[in-house]
Nanobody, 125 residues
Framework: QVQLVESGGGSVQAGGSLRLSCAAS????????MGWFRQAPGKLREGVAT???????VYAVSVKSRFTISKDNAENTLYLQMNSLNAEDTAMYYC???????????????????WGQGTQVTVSS
């Protein structure tokens, strides 16, 4: 079955950077619809960024201009480059993938049927 394995989380001071990776197996990132979501303690899961089958991207307002989502199809990996991190970015981050192509994306979770186990990001101020 499809496996998504996140890595790259950790603890960082405010203003720092991290790059999350999501390695996919038995799934092809090329032309795929994928995204990053996060959930902080006591809060609902929220969409952070998505990338559609034409590599168009959508970002949450809170991360726009600080985070960049991208795919490396040769490595079959999804990335999330996170810069200028602040305490509000502290959360468990999840990679998600859809079994269907999609052109034009949003930050909703309903289109995704594959999920990773998550990687923790902690930002200290």
């Amino acid at each position: 079955q499809v496996q998504l394995v996140e890595s790259g989380g950790g603890s960082v001071q405010a203003g720092g950077s991290l790059r999350l990776s999501c390695a996919a197996s038995r799934y092809t990132t090329k032309n795929s619809y994928m995204g990053w979501f996060r959930q902080a303690p006591g809060k609902l899961r929220e969409g952070v960024a998505t990338i559609d089958s034409a590599d168009n991207t959508v970002y949450a307002v809170s991360v726009k201009s600080r985070f960049t989502i991208s795919k490396d199809n040769a490595e079959n990996t999804l990335y999330l480059q996170m810069n200028s991190l602040n305490a509000e970015d502290t959360a468990m981050y999840y990679c998600a993938a859809s079994s269907r192509r999609r052109f034009g994306s949003d930050l909703g979770a309903s289109s995704f049927n594959y999920w990773g186990q998550g990687t923790q990001v902690t930002v200290s101020s």
